[in-house]
């Protein structure tokens, strides 16, 4: 088989944004006013003519005025007011020429046609989605996505509709990022939505961007709106917080309580204050304990013998 016949397609190359030619429309319009003033002015003349001495110099008048004023209107019909913010896609008959992002009035090719769009920045809020995250746990999230039209052209012929485009992709973007990740990790340096929120909306903004950039639109920022557990699961999973909050605020304080005894029984036994075997050791190191870890005010007790009675 030749190379010619095994080789993959072109694919075919991508319209991309470029300027059109027009030129400032101030000049096109007093050149399309004189012109119309023109024709009106032979039409007039033609017929003054006309109602005075009939004949053929009357005629071509009003033929060329109507011939002037028609040509000055079709001129006109390329005048174009952009406001900032706007951009005009030039077509002449269903090929792209190119587009203008110069506000003002401009003027362009009248046979042409032009399609405003917006290159405002814009805002897409999602609705609250419930998926499942990475543990399978079922959450709600919704996402606010701050966007514009970088290409125009791209915008205008690369989708069927861009801003159904983006919809749909911010959508998929957040349920993709909601099945990758927990809401809270069960591991310390594990990701996870709630506790990670600055990494996880630098990921969302990276993906909408590959998702989005065949439509032409640059995402300027992601930010996550809502983030919860389902409501049929909210109240297991703030039991679970609260447990977890509880373990680890003991565990805090064990370790401030083991070196707090480490500490006395060092400094007992450097001043010599008492010798302490090994189970006078092991009662003191209880008694701390419980008055140090114990979530209640310690009550004293007067041992009226020795240790050892």
Request: hydrophobic fraction near 45%; include cysteine; aromatic fraction near 4%.
């Amino acid at each position: 088989m030749s190379d010619a016949t095994s080789a993959a397609p072109l694919a075919e190359p991508r319209i991309e944004e470029r300027p059109a030619r027009h030129v400032s429309g101030g000049l096109a319009l007093l050149g399309g006013l004189a012109g119309l003033a023109a024709g009106v002015g032979l039409i007039l003349a033609g017929a003054a003519v006309a109602s005075e001495h009939k004949g053929a110099g009357s005629t071509a008048l009003i033929v060329s005025g109507i011939a002037v004023a028609l040509t000055a209107l079709i001129t006109m019909c390329g005048l174009n007011t952009i406001a900032p913010g706007e951009a005009r896609v030039v077509q002449l008959f269903g090929r792209y020429r190119g587009t203008i992002r110069t506000d003002g009035l401009r003027w362009v090719n009248p046979l042409t046609s032009r399609e405003k769009i917006s290159t405002r920045v814009r805002n897409h809020e999602t609705a609250v989605l419930k998926v499942n995250d990475a543990y399978g746990n079922p959450i709600e999230l919704a996402a606010v996505v701050v966007w514009k039209v970088e290409d125009t052209a791209q915008a205008l012929f690369a989708v069927d509709d861009f801003l159904e485009f983006v919809a749909t992709q911010t959508e998929a973007a957040v349920r993709h990022i909601a099945i990758e990740y927990p809401y809270d990790a069960h591991e310390e340096d594990g990701l996870s939505l709630r506790g990670n929120a600055e990494e996880i909306t630098e990921k969302l903004a990276a993906e909408l961007h590959a998702r989005v950039e065949a439509a032409g639109v640059r995402i300027v920022e992601s930010r996550f709106t809502h983030l919860a557990y389902a409501p049929e699961i909210a109240s297991a999973m703030l039991q679970r917080q609260q447990a977890g909050a509880v373990v680890a605020a003991r565990r805090h304080i064990v370790d401030g309580a083991v070196g707090m005894v480490e500490a006395a029984l060092a400094r007992i036994t450097e001043e010599q204050i008492v010798e302490l075997d090994e189970e006078r050791k092991a009662a003191m190191v209880s008694n701390l304990m419980v008055v140090l870890c114990g979530d209640r005010s310690p009550q004293p007790v007067l041992n009226t013998g020795t240790l050892y009675q």
